[in-house]
C-alpha cells in the first residue's frame, strides 16, 4: 500500500495487529458542555504499541473537530506515540485523527462528540 493513501481499519472488529499499531486511537468523553474545555488524548495503536525508532516511527498527528483543524503534535523516535489535547467545542462533531507513519502513511480513525448546553 502507498503512503500516500489514506488508511482506516478494514474490518474494525476485526483490526489485523498492523492495523492495531497504526490507527489512531481517540480518547475522550462521548458528551461534553458547550464552551468547556475538556481533554482528548490520541494513541497510536491499541493494545500494541507503535515502534518509535530512527527507522520507524509515527511523525505526527492532527486533530480535526469534523473538517476544522484543531492541531498537531510532532513526534521524534525516542518519543511515545501519544498526544493530549485540550480543547473546547460549540456544537456535535466527529473528531478525526489523522497519524503519518514515515513507512506506513497516512491513518485515520475518528469518534463522535456529543455537545450539550
Not at 499499531?21 to 461534553?32: C, L, N, R, S
Request: contains cysteine; hydrophobic residues 30%; negative net charge.
Amino acid at each position: 500500500m502507498s503512503k500516500y493513501v489514506l488508511q482506516t481499519a478494514k474490518d474494525p472488529a476485526n483490526m489485523t495487529p498492523h492495523e492495531e499499531k497504526h490507527i489512531p486511537y481517540i480518547e475522550a468523553p462521548d458528551k461534553v458542555k458547550k464552551g468547556e474545555y475538556f481533554q482528548v488524548t490520541v494513541r497510536m495503536g491499541k493494545g500494541i504499541d507503535h515502534p518509535m525508532e530512527p527507522g520507524h516511527f509515527i511523525q505526527y498527528v492532527d486533530l480535526y473537530a469534523n473538517y476544522y483543524y484543531l492541531g498537531r503534535v510532532n513526534f521524534t523516535p525516542d518519543t511515545k506515540a501519544e498526544a493530549t489535547m485540550t480543547i473546547k467545542l460549540d456544537e456535535s462533531c466527529t473528531l478525526r485523527a489523522y497519524e503519518f507513519c514515515n513507512l506506513h502513511g497516512m491513518w485515520e480513525s475518528s469518534r463522535e462528540i456529543i455537545v450539550e448546553e
